[in-house]
Every structure is written in C-alpha cells, then in structure tokens.
C-alpha cells in the first residue's frame, strides 16, 4: 500500500470516529422522521467552518494591526491631539504677548504721568524711556487701540509743549529778555550717567515728547527768576524810566526804576523768588531791599518806612518784605522799584504789563502742571 494510501485510511479511521453517523429524528403531525448525518458530510461542515474561522480570524487581525479602518481612525486621532497642542502653544504665546503689550501700555502711561505732572525727575524718566516704550511684534487687537489712543495722546501733548515754548518765547522777548539765557544757564550743577534717549528701541513719539517737554519745562523754571508780580497792589505811577527832571533840582538825570506811588506803611511784596543781597540804608535810596533772582536777573526796592527782611534771607514771591515810605532823597511816600539784568538797570514797567502772565508760568512750573489732562487709557 502505497504512503498516500495510508494517510488516506489512517484519516478515514479518525474521522469515523470523531464524525460517526448520527440519525436526527424529528417528531411532526405526520409523525416521526429519521435523518441521518454521515461521516462525510460533518467533515465536510467541520472543515467549511474551519475555513471561515480562519477567514474571520485573518481579517481581525488585519482590522486590529494592518491598515484597516481603526488603523486610520488613529491615525487621526493623533493628528487632532497634535492640532490640540498647537492651539494650546498659540493661546499661551497670545497670553504671554498680551501680558508683555499690557505691561509695557502701562509703563507708557506711568511715562506720561510722570513727564506731564512734573512728580517724576526728568533723569530718570529719560533712564527708563528706551527700555520700555517700544511695542514689537503682534498685538491683540483691545491693546492696539489702546497702544493707538495713547500715541493719540502723546503727538497732542507733544504739540501743547511745542505751542507753549513758542508762547514762553514770545513772552519773554516783550518783556526784554533772551529765552537762551534761561537754557543756557540751567545746565549750571548738573550731572549723572549718560543715559541717550535716542535709542532705536524706544518709540520716537515718545522721545519727542520728552523732548519738546522737558525744554518747556526748563524754560519755565529758569524763568522763576524773572519778575512776575506787581510789587504792590495798589498805586499810581508818578514817574517813568528814564531821563527825567530831577525832581530837587530839575536838571535831566536818568531814573533807574519807576516810582510806584502810594500811603505811608503800604505793603511792598517780593515780585519773584530770590535772596535778599542788601536790606539798610542806601544813600538816595534810604531804606532800601536788593534780591538776586538768579539767571543775573534783581529787583530793587527804595524809600522804604521799615525793612521786614535780613541779607541772606530766601523769600518768595509774594512774601511781604517791606513797608512803603519815604526815606532818602524822596519827596513823598512812593517805592522807587526797579529790575537790573546783568547789573544794568531796564525798564520794569513791562514786567509789570505782564505780570499776570508770566505768574501763569511761574505757577506751571511749579506744580509740574500745563499740558492736556493725563487720563486712563480707554
């Protein structure tokens, strides 16, 4: 017998024994049938099932590990989680530059604040003025229009500034005096770190402004040293600047002041900030007060009944430094008054004309205060 003949037979055997005949019987209305189920056809059923267990257990397989639909399906998955990631990196990059836009919004403001008001030292103020006026990169969209309405802000008040120096100017011309002389002379005792403000980083709106600002503001307050009071409040004038005729012997002799009439012990005020050079007698003078205002500018005051002050002594403008009389070569109670530049004496009669006006300056430069109201950024 031949090997195929064997495996043949040997798989007969196994499968009568493992698939013997069964008979079925089924019971109906017509009463009892007999099938019988032979060996051949379980093996046959047995190895069809075989086959698609197999078939079914391939295609899990490919489903679960191949390219199949849940293959696919994490694919995307993975895909989404790492768009996920990327919005999250972009929202946290968002956040990170609307905190640094909102950070630096604020020092621009506090900048302001802090130039407009006069509370802040202009050094400083120009230490801090490259580092953090410059806005880089995006800025979302609220801050822009704030960052917008603050630039707004700051090209008004660099032009208030500009206007006001072209005021200051003028007004000092028609009272007689250079606005260099206030400039120049207010570097005198100065010092510190150089510190540029012409940075590339900071903002050239701002720098202008500090600019244009801070020479305003040094006019100003060089300009406290100017006469910007009327030394009494209430008086005639009974002889002008200049060559007159001497009132004792009526020959033409030059009159270095004004002679500002009014009664006896009327108070004489202090008409700038200064320090008291002389306070006695001063020959035709009589009783007589000299205050050194700085900038080379003085003040002179003669005939007085009584001196309220010492040399040496600081006053302001003002302050009560005398009483009205007429002691020395006088023919009656008036205050002989005068303003010296430089030792020489001019003419205070438009110093008086403009009292009211340069007081207004005196004032700004004092409380730091006079360009457009600084407010919250909207």
Same mark, same amino acid.
């Given at each position: 017998?031949?090997?195929?003949?064997?495996?043949?037979?040997? #798989?007969?055997?196994?499968?009568?024994?493992? &698939?013997?005949?069964?008979?079925?019987?089924?019971?109906?209305?017509?009463?009892?049938?007999?099938?019988?189920?032979?060996?051949?056809?379980?093996?046959?059923?047995?190895?069809?099932?075989?086959?698609?267990?197999?078939?079914?257990?391939?295609?899990?397989?490919?489903?679960? &590990?191949?390219?199949?639909?849940?293959?696919?399906?994490?694919?995307?998955?993975?895909?989404?989680?790492?768009?996920?990631?990327?919005?999250?990196?972009?929202?946290?990059?968002?956040?990170?530059?609307?905190?640094?836009?909102?950070?630096?919004?604020? @020092?621009?403001?506090? &900048?302001?604040?802090?130039?407009?008001?006069?509370?802040?030292?202009?050094?400083?103020?120009?230490?801090?003025?490259?580092?953090?006026?410059?806005?880089?990169?995006?800025?979302?969209?609220?801050?822009?229009?704030?960052?917008?309405?603050?630039?707004?802000?700051?090209?008004?008040?660099?032009?208030?500034?500009?206007?006001? &120096?072209?005021?200051?100017?003028?007004?000092?011309?028609?009272?007689?005096?250079?606005?260099?002389?206030?400039?120049?002379?207010?570097?005198?005792?100065?010092?510190?770190?150089?510190?540029?403000?012409?940075?590339?980083?900071?903002?050239?709106? #701002?720098?202008?402004?500090?600019?244009?600002?801070?020479?305003?503001?040094?006019?100003?307050?060089?300009?406290?040293?100017?006469?910007?009071?009327?030394?009494?409040?209430?008086? /005639?004038?009974?002889?002008?600047?200049?060559?007159?005729?001497?009132?004792?012997?009526?020959?033409?002799?030059?009159?270095?002041?004004?002679?500002?009439?009014?009664?006896?012990?009327?108070?004489?005020?202090?008409?700038?900030?200064?320090?008291?050079?002389?306070?006695?007698?001063?020959?035709?003078?009589?009783?007589?007060?000299?205050?050194?205002?700085?900038?080379?500018? @003085?003040?002179?005051?003669?005939?007085?009944?009584?001196?309220?002050?010492?040399?040496?002594?600081?006053?302001?403008?003002?302050?009560?430094?005398?009483?009205?009389?007429?002691?020395?070569?006088?023919?009656?109670?008036?205050?002989?008054?005068?303003?010296?530049?430089?030792? /020489?004496?001019?003419?205070?009669?438009? #110093?008086?004309?403009?009292?009211?006006?340069?007081?207004?300056?005196?004032?700004?430069?004092?409380?730091?205060?006079?360009?457009?109201?600084?407010?919250?950024?909207?």
């Amino acid at each position: 017998m031949s090997r195929i003949e064997t495996l043949k037979t040997r #798989f007969r055997s196994r499968a009568a024994a493992v &698939f013997h005949p069964r008979e079925i019987h089924l019971h109906d209305a017509n009463g009892v049938k007999h099938i019988r189920i032979s060996t051949r056809v379980q093996a046959v059923a047995a190895g069809v099932v075989a086959v698609l267990a197999g078939w079914t257990a391939i295609a899990t397989a490919g489903f679960l &590990f191949g390219n199949g639909p849940l293959s696919t399906a994490s694919e995307e998955i993975a895909q989404r989680d790492q768009q996920i990631a990327m919005m999250r990196a972009d929202v946290e990059r968002l956040r990170a530059s609307s905190h640094d836009v909102a950070h630096k919004i604020e @020092e621009r403001q506090q &900048f302001l604040i802090g130039l407009l008001s006069g509370q802040t030292d202009a050094g400083e103020l120009a230490q801090a003025l490259p580092a953090s006026m410059k806005m880089n990169g995006k800025t979302p969209e609220s801050l822009s229009r704030i960052a917008d309405s603050q630039l707004a802000f700051v090209d008004q008040a660099t032009g208030t500034a500009q206007q006001r &120096f072209r005021e200051t100017q003028m007004l000092l011309k028609r009272v007689g005096l250079s606005p260099r002389r206030f400039i120049r002379q207010s570097n005198i005792a100065v010092g510190g770190p150089y510190e540029p403000i012409g940075s590339q980083d900071s903002d050239p709106a #701002f720098r202008k402004l500090f600019v244009s600002w801070n020479k305003l503001d040094t006019l100003q307050k060089g300009m406290l040293s100017v006469p910007a009071l009327q030394p009494v409040t209430q008086y /005639r004038i009974t002889s002008g600047f200049g060559v007159r005729s001497d009132p004792f012997n009526g020959s033409a002799a030059l009159h270095a002041g004004i002679d500002l009439a009014g009664p006896m012990g009327e108070e004489i005020h202090a008409s700038a900030d200064g320090v008291v050079e002389k306070a006695g007698w001063g020959g035709g003078y009589g009783n007589m007060i000299d205050i050194a205002h700085g900038h080379g500018i @003085e003040t002179r005051y003669g005939h007085l009944s009584a001196i309220l002050v010492k040399p040496g002594q600081k006053v302001k403008r003002g302050d009560v430094i005398a009483r009205m009389g007429s002691t020395g070569r006088s023919t009656g109670s008036h205050l002989h008054y005068e303003v010296r530049i430089d030792g /020489r004496a001019v003419n205070p009669v438009p #110093f008086l004309e403009s009292a009211q006006a340069l007081a207004e300056v005196h004032d700004r430069a004092l409380t730091g205060v006079g360009g457009p109201a600084v407010s919250a950024v909207d």
